[in-house]
């Protein structure tokens, strides 16, 4: 699982470093996405999802971005200011090892953190929607350092994009 | 079917009912006796002792209903069980018998077999249809009679009027106040780790009429009872963000509290019911607010860049205990209900979260978790006397019996397959810990007031 992380990470750079052109619609796009042979089509849910990345991921008790937070979140701005026509709700995430209403806020600044990166970046503000889950909807099952790891995170949940 | 008890029931059964009932007989108590109760059970010893008691099969008036005395005496003998302040002793080691409720018993026999107490009843029909139960309660080495009560009710009612019954019981013998005749409401939990269904459930404090509450299904989180029993406050995610809506259980309308961005959570009733304060998190910051009920404006009470919130009202109104991690970590602070400063009450070691205040205002329960360790402890409001109660894995969420006698809170199990159960511990002893039996998983328990 950190390895298939990384992998997207470094995709997510690699996006963020051919896409750096304003000017390059949502088909310039392609040249880089299409490198995969196979991969989905750039401008789909699918692309967001795996390639870009649909997530960041916090320390605990934290909410500020670390670099590896900030690049998968450089490319997600990209992303949807290439494709403008779609919306996104950030869902701010915690693990089980704190209380439910301390959870909920701490959601909630996770949340807020990834939607002031991407306002940042020049997403547009109307176009994004933050909400916590606290610790109700963890991703990974264990009650292990390494699921609570993946369950402190921010999602970004794109709408509005062909799904593949 | 009827699942729950209707506000006519309430008032019927409110209305006429405790009457005090005749001393029986030769066992006046000692006239204006100082040393009144010459029976408890000294409750706050770290040592107590159970105290013996024989619960008499209650004479049925007519034959229709053996079944219910039966019943009612089952119900009242399991609260007093459950409470773990009684020994009940079993029927057949009883060598005396009751065969008529107006007469004196013999207490040699019910010394005989250890009985400090002794209770007798009778269950018949009024003239109304209703059903009318009487009992009394013998100390059975002065010879004298502690208690005699009658309660008259719907029949449908007959467990709330064991649920009296025992309160009565419990309340002579104990010093402490009722609390058998009350509700629990809480998150029933159902479906994988990753995507639980949670929808509330409301039943007795012994778990019996259990019914799942409308319009609660997906996600829904931290159930609390309004001071007159009535109404629900509790998050849902209806409107795609967590806000606080609150749920009549009378007429089952429910209603959004306010229209805010971002979201609103962590909500309690004020004592007087007349307003709710809760957490409302705006661009990431969460903060205490209250919520007028009647003009629906809105007051905030802190105002700080760090997480505060679970704030719960002290039962006079004057103050609010909430958490915040204002100082680095989350600790329990204390401020006038009004908002304004507040003072810092946790000092342990670990952090302090869902502190709730004991309805007799004596103490604040609250979750701690050290050493990678969650426990429920107590303390008083001040911060001293700070005793944890229990330890696991993951647990939280206090809530107290009516009498702040018992907390019941949730602790879940570790791992994939790890699920929630509510726990009930005896919060001035540490001792007494039950699961409480409930047919899904289950979480986030709220204690009602005493019903009345």
Request: charged share 20%; aromatic share 8%; with cysteine.
């Amino acid at each position: 699982m950190i390895l298939k992380k990384i992998a997207l990470i470094g995709a997510a750079l690699l996006l963020a470093a051919c896409s750096s052109d304003p000017e390059a619609g949502p088909d310039a796009g392609v040249t880089g996405g299409g490198s995969t042979a196979g991969g989905p089509a750039p401008n789909t849910l699918a692309y967001f999802n795996q390639v870009v990345g649909d997530r960041v991921f916090f320390d605990t008790d934290r909410h500020d971005l670390n670099s590896s937070a900030q690049a998968t979140l450089s490319g997600q701005a990209q992303w949807l200011n290439s494709n403008p026509g779609t919306t996104a709700v950030i869902e701010g995430h915690a693990d089980e090892r704190g209380t439910r209403q301390y959870n909920l806020a701490l959601g909630a600044r996770r949340a807020n953190s990834v939607y002031n990166y991407l306002i940042s970046q020049g997403v547009e503000a109307n176009r994004l929607r933050t909400v916590s889950y606290g610790k109700e909807r963890p991703i990974a099952l264990g009650s292990d350092p390494n699921s609570w790891s993946q369950n402190r995170r921010g999602m970004t949940v794109v709408t509005g994009a062909p799904s593949s | 079917m009827r699942s729950y008890v209707t506000v006519s029931d309430l008032l019927r059964l409110c209305g006429a009912v405790v009457l005090a009932i005749a001393v029986v007989a030769g066992s006046a108590p000692r006239a204006q006796s100082q040393d009144d109760g010459a029976l408890q059970i000294d409750v706050t010893g770290a040592q107590f002792e159970p105290l013996p008691i024989a619960i008499t099969p209650f004479i049925a008036q007519e034959a229709g209903l053996t079944q219910v005395a039966g019943d009612i005496v089952g119900v009242v003998k399991a609260n007093l069980e459950r409470s773990g302040l009684f020994r009940l002793i079993p029927e057949e080691a009883f060598i005396g018998q009751i065969s008529e409720f107006d007469t004196v018993p013999q207490y040699a026999d019910w010394r005989a077999i250890n009985a400090d107490a002794m209770v007798a009843g009778t269950v018949f029909r009024a003239g109304d249809g209703r059903l009318q139960v009487q009992f009394r309660v013998f100390d059975t080495n002065a010879e004298e009679q502690l208690e005699g009560l009658q309660f008259l009710a719907d029949p449908a009612d007959w467990r709330r009027v064991a649920h009296k019954v025992a309160d009565g019981i419990y309340a002579k013998l104990t010093g402490e106040g009722p609390y058998f005749d009350s509700r629990v409401v809480f998150v029933d939990e159902t479906g994988p780790k990753g995507d639980r269904r949670k929808r509330l459930a409301i039943m007795d404090q012994d778990g019996a009429n259990l019914r799942f509450l409308p319009g609660s299904d997906g996600l829904v989180l931290s159930p609390r009872f309004s001071p007159n029993d009535q109404s629900i406050l509790y998050i849902s995610y209806d409107t795609g963000a967590p806000q606080v809506f609150m749920l009549n259980l009378d007429t089952g309308q429910r209603e959004r509290l306010g229209n805010f961005p971002g979201m609103s959570f962590a909500p309690r009733f004020s004592p007087d019911g007349g307003s709710v304060v809760m957490s409302l998190s705006r661009e990431g910051n969460t903060d205490v607010y209250a919520m007028d009920l009647g003009s629906r404006q809105l007051r905030r009470l802190t105002q700080h860049p760090g997480i505060d919130t679970s704030p719960s009202y002290s039962p006079d109104g004057s103050q609010i205990v909430f958490e915040s991690d204002r100082g680095g970590k989350q600790q329990l602070y204390v401020m006038s209900a009004g908002g304004g400063g507040a003072t810092r009450i946790s000092f342990g070691s670990g952090s302090y979260s869902t502190p709730v205040w004991s309805p007799k205002g004596d103490r604040i329960a609250f979750t701690n978790v050290r050493g990678g360790r969650f426990h429920i402890g107590v303390m008083r409001p001040d911060g001293s006397e700070e005793r944890l109660l229990s330890a696991s894995f993951l647990e939280e969420g206090p809530t107290f019996s009516p009498n702040g006698r018992v907390v019941m809170f949730y602790r879940e199990s570790a791992g994939q397959n790890g699920r929630p159960q509510l726990i009930s511990i005896d919060a001035a002893t540490g001792t007494n810990v039950r699961q409480v039996a409930t047919p899904n998983a289950a979480s986030d328990p709220a204690w009602s007031p005493l019903r009345k």
